[in-house]
């Protein structure tokens, strides 16, 4: 097993009982998980790979996977801005698969 696929069972165990599951497409949802871990080398914490992180850990607090918004994607588009993690009813297609606007704030994008 590879430590991708240790990350995602891993993180799999955590976040199920809590009502968010990995996005059914397993290739896409490995691909978000190999960019967290490139991500952790290099700054030290899991930030957001669909976002521009700063390097700053305190700065990126709000984007460290899973991130502060997650929870209000989840619950009104059924997945988050990664579509990394999602509902059940989402992975089922019960739930139309829109895009989900990035609700962090503009002060704290960086480009």
């Not at 691909?31 to 700053?56: H, Q, T």
């Amino acid at each position: 097993m590879s430590d991708i696929e240790k990350l995602y069972e891993a993180l799999r165990k955590l976040q199920e009982p809590k009502g968010y599951y990995f996005n059914k497409d397993k290739t896409k949802a490995s691909e978000v998980i190999e960019a967290l871990v490139a991500n952790k080398e290099r700054y030290g914490y899991m930030s957001c790979p669909c976002r521009l992180a700063s390097g700053d850990r305190e700065s990126d607090r709000d984007i460290i996977c899973p991130c502060a918004y997650r929870e209000a994607d989840v619950k009104e588009y059924g997945t988050c801005f990664c579509n990394l993690y999602s509902s059940e009813e989402w992975n089922e297609g019960k739930v139309p698969h829109v895009y989900v606007p990035d609700r962090r704030p503009p002060e704290k994008v960086r480009f």
